[in-house]
């Protein structure tokens, strides 16, 4: 049974640099895609972008300017960082595991916020 | 821009029968890819509710069912539980965004 599990800095100001990172326990690894997923308070989810073991990567060309995902094989974990954050980054976000374009598990979420 | 459309909230006594439909075009459902479908409780992840547009993962009742025709899909949720009430998320995807897409959401109230 595969566990994600996240952690990260909560709270920022704006311009700073978000940076979560989620470790796989059980499961392939090399086998799925890894993907970030985030939910402002209140509203839907939106998909942040994916890599796989291999470093390949795709994101949602909304912020893909401002988001870089990377991977640690050793260690099976992702992360995440997001630049240049402003109050409208302000959200849920969660890892999760892709397998055939959608999301079959979910990290526990983090709440990070944006605030002067 | 790709969307995927979902009416914001539906409701239904319980033992009834609702369905909540997602609406795409042709760079998402209507090329043929599959659409999935998401159960949200407040403050927790979302869980997987329907994969493949019409399968149900283990554990999930099968009072939940999808379907896909054209451009559209819909999640059927019969015999209404008040345990079913929850917000629910539609996903596919997009061959525009080169990525996945989900739906607005949907908060199903049961009456």
């Known amino acids: 049974q595969v566990q994600l599990q996240q952690w990260g800095e909560g709270l920022l100001k704006p311009s700073e640099t978000l940076s979560l990172t989620c470790a796989v326990y059980?499961?392939?690894?090399?086998?799925?895609?890894w993907n970030w997923i985030r939910q402002a308070p209140g509203k839907g989810l939106e998909w942040i972008g994916e890599?796989?073991?291999?470093?390949?990567?795709n994101y949602n060309p909304s912020l893909k300017s401002r988001v870089t995902i990377s991977v640690d094989t050793s260690k099976n974990q992702v992360s995440l960082r997001l630049t240049s954050v402003t109050a409208a980054d302000t959200a849920v976000y969660y890892c999760?595991?892709?397998?055939?374009?959608?999301?079959?598990?979910w990290g526990q979420g983090i709440l990070a916020t944006v605030s002067s | 821009q790709s969307v995927l459309t979902q009416p914001p909230s539906v409701s239904g006594a319980p033992g009834q029968r609702v369905t909540i439909s997602c609406t795409g075009s042709?760079?998402?459902?209507?090329?043929?890819?599959?659409v999935h479908w998401y159960q949200q409780f407040p403050g927790t992840a979302p869980k997987l509710l329907i994969y493949?547009?019409?399968n149900r993962p283990s554990g999930v009742p099968d009072r939940f069912s999808g379907s896909k025709s054209g451009t559209s899909a819909s999640l059927a949720i019969s015999g209404l539980q008040t345990e079913d009430e929850a917000d629910y998320y539609c996903?596919?995807?997009?061959?525009?965004?080169?990525?996945?897409?989900f739906g607005g959401g949907t908060k199903l109230t049961v009456l």
């Open positions: 996903l596919s995807y997009d061959s525009s965004l080169r990525g996945v897409l």
């Open positions: 042709i760079s998402n459902i209507g090329t043929g890819y599959d």
């Open positions: 493949g547009n019409n």
């Open positions: 059980g499961g392939s690894f090399s086998a799925y895609y």
């Open positions: 890599i796989n073991h291999s470093g390949s990567t």
């Open positions: 999760a595991r892709g397998y055939h374009f959608y999301f079959d598990s």
